[in-house]
């Protein structure tokens, strides 16, 4: 016979034979639940073992209070440099504005310098034209007093 509960086997031996053949029965019943129940308490200690792994994990992780200052730090730096940003886009801008104020100024300057030269090599036309109306003149007045004076 199976090994079983003793309460079980001192019932055995008083009963008649029908109630020993299910008080085997259930014997053997519960000397199957005991197997099972060595499995179950085998796998408790691997699932107690698998927790204290998962509370090692948790004790090197950051708590929901350090990821909050981080996010709130990375947010912080994140405006800061949007700011940085901002200023240097306007530096940028207020740069090349100046750039383009000083080219225009500096365009406007080349244009009257060309029309100052055009101008003085307009007079300096209109004075060679007139230094020759001149020579051509004298030699005129010239030929004139030149005649004059055979007469």
């Known amino acids: 016979m199976r090994s079983c509960h003793p309460y079980l086997f001192?019932?055995?031996d008083e009963t008649p034979g029908w109630a020993k053949d299910l008080g085997e029965k259930i014997a053997v019943r519960f000397d199957g639940l005991d197997e099972r129940l060595g499995g179950l308490g085998t796998r408790l200690g691997r699932l107690d073992e698998r927790m204290n792994g998962f509370?090692?994990?948790l004790e090197g992780m950051a708590t929901l209070e350090?990821?909050?200052k981080v996010s709130a730090e990375i947010a912080r730096v994140r405006t800061d440099l949007m700011e940085r940003m901002d200023r240097l886009q306007e530096a940028l801008t207020q740069q090349q504005t100046e750039s383009f104020v000083n080219f225009a100024a500096s365009n406007l300057t080349q244009k009257q310098?060309?029309?100052g030269q055009e101008e003085f090599?307009?007079?300096e036309e209109q004075v060679s034209a007139l230094t020759r109306l001149v020579m051509r003149l004298?030699?005129?007045l010239d030929d004139l007093e030149g005649k004059q004076r055979d007469h």
């Open 121 to 123: 090599r307009l007079l």
């Open 55 to 57: 509370d090692a994990r």
């Open 138 to 140: 004298r030699v005129r």
């Open 10 to 12: 001192r019932m055995m």
């Open 113 to 115: 310098q060309k029309s």
């Open 66 to 68: 350090e990821l909050s």
